[in-house]
């Protein structure tokens, strides 16, 4: 007799497979196989390493987020077709159980803009970092939308073997941007109710539970840059 398939603790066996975002290839669903379950400090939601099996294609390394709440894909999605965020493969959704959300796991050269900034030479690539917000506001402004919490925990950094940017040839770093549980139509998602006080570096532009208006991004991102250029240049 065959021995029963184990699973890791945590596993949540029930999204065995998700839907496809892309089926251009005339495929519509994946396989999933899950690894271990993830921590993220200050996190309340759920995120576990998996693979993504498709006919025909090696297995596809994936992040598996579990949302109980509004998610904003169309934002997601919009970015990652843009190069400024993970790819969002699919999403899988059980009655009476959090959507997962299946997006590209980001390998170990990808760190947050927070973290890096605590580099000593992290301020001399200020230039090339500013030009990537600039385009990722551009791009969110010109397509109605709104992230709603571009905090630089929130922004991914690719770097070398030296630990420094990837500088594009347009001379912006390269970014993706994470989090989207905020995100949506500008106008018409809200922050919620509860924010966290004790985040000194930044100002949010919008009330607790009011709704992010165009350009509360912008806003945002200009509350910490300056903070952020210093602290990078110390």
């Not at 030479?121 to 109605?144: P, V």
């Not at 949010?204 to 208006?213: F, S, T």
Request: aromatic share 10%.
């Amino acid at each position: 007799m065959a021995s029963p398939t184990t699973y890791p603790a945590s596993t949540p066996r029930i999204y065995g497979s998700c839907v496809l975002y892309d089926t251009s290839e005339g495929i519509t669903e994946g396989n999933l196989t899950f690894q271990y379950q993830l921590s993220f400090e200050h996190h309340k939601h759920s995120f576990f390493a998996a693979t993504l099996s498709l006919p025909e294609r090696s297995q596809i390394p994936v992040l598996v987020k579990l949302v109980n709440e509004p998610y904003g894909e169309d934002v997601h999605r919009l970015l990652a077709s843009n190069n400024l965020a993970p790819t969002l493969y699919g999403c899988a959704r059980r009655e009476g159980a959090p959507t997962a959300y299946v997006m590209e796991r980001l390998s170990s050269s990808w760190v947050t803009l927070f973290k890096f900034s605590h580099h000593e030479f992290a301020g001399s690539f200020g230039d090339a970092i500013r030009c990537s917000l600039d385009c990722l506001l551009k791009l969110l402004e010109g397509n109605s939308v709104v992230h709603g919490d571009l905090r630089s925990n929130n922004i991914m950094l690719q770097v070398d073997g030296h630990g420094k940017p990837v500088v594009l040839l347009n001379g912006s770093a390269k970014i993706n941007v994470i989090d989207y549980d905020w995100s949506g139509t500008a106008g018409w998602v809200r922050y919620p109710a509860l924010r966290n006080p004790t985040i000194k570096d930044i100002t949010w532009p919008g009330e607790p539970g009011g709704i992010i208006e165009p350009g509360h991004d912008r806003k945002l991102v200009d509350s910490w840059w300056h903070h952020w250029l210093g602290r990078g240049s110390n």
